[in-house]
């Protein structure tokens, strides 16, 4: 039997990745749903996302934690295989990549759990924002890449919306940190962040998948 030619081989890789990075940001986004449900008393309002990983249930929070960044670190790869010859793609993936590392960090290192403390915080603080602000950066660098390709750019015409939405969360989130007193629903806000971000790297994934068809 005669081998599969390279491109061949590499379409399926990107397919076969796009895949398994689909499957981690929906797992993901499951458990976004589902954690609420399971731990009415965090509050869906109030509560942050990092409260649903301590106490019952915490293993569920940890598995959402870990897949997004199972699945970011894939799409990652998949995009990195030439998706589009844009200088921002390599700013992109490696900020995915950073990104992803830092989610394995939120499941590693349980709000309030032991670990080594920066000048962001603890250890689950800091990896919360790396990996808030490395998800944002790349979903810009992504946009701004897929803007100079013409197949991509009518992909890339949602970006700057999932990214502003992304980012007045992240404003909201950090101002309820530094005053606590402001009305502000920390849960609402944080999933203001993170939802577009689930958004945005669902439907790149199925792009990745649709063009190694």
């Known amino acids: 039997m005669d081998a599969a030619p390279p491109g061949t081989r590499s379409r399926h890789a990107v397919a076969g990745l796009a895949t398994f990075g689909l499957a981690g940001v929906l797992v993901n986004a499951a458990v976004?749903?589902?954690?609420?449900?399971?731990?009415?008393?965090?509050?869906?309002?109030?509560?942050g996302l990092s409260e649903y990983a301590i106490g019952p249930w915490a293993w569920l929070q940890n598995v959402g934690f870990f897949a997004l960044g199972v699945g970011s670190f894939a799409i990652a790869v998949a995009l990195s295989l030439g998706a589009t010859t844009s200088s921002w793609l390599p700013i992109g993936t490696a900020l995915l990549a950073l990104a992803a590392?830092?989610?394995?960090?939120?499941?590693?290192?349980?709000?309030?759990?032991?670990?080594?403390t920066t000048l962001l915080g603890d250890?689950?603080?800091?990896?919360?924002?790396?990996?808030?602000?490395?998800?944002?950066?790349?979903?810009l660098a992504t946009t701004l890449a897929f803007r100079s390709d013409p197949e991509w750019r009518p992909l890339a015409a949602m970006g700057p919306r999932l990214f502003a939405i992304a980012l007045g969360g992240a404003f909201l989130s950090q101002a309820e940190l530094l005053w606590p007193a402001l009305p502000i629903p920390f849960g609402v806000v944080m999933r203001m962040v993170v939802v577009p971000v689930l958004i945005w790297w669902t439907v790149v994934a199925i792009r990745l998948r649709a063009d190694s068809a």
Do not use: D, I
């Open 32 to 47: 976004l749903l589902a954690a609420p449900l399971l731990r009415p008393e965090v509050g869906l309002v109030e509560g």
């Open 101 to 116: 590392s830092a989610c394995l960090a939120l499941a590693a290192f349980p709000m309030g759990g032991l670990g080594p």
């Open 123 to 139: 250890a689950h603080q800091t990896a919360g924002t790396l990996a808030v602000g490395l998800q944002m950066a790349s979903l």
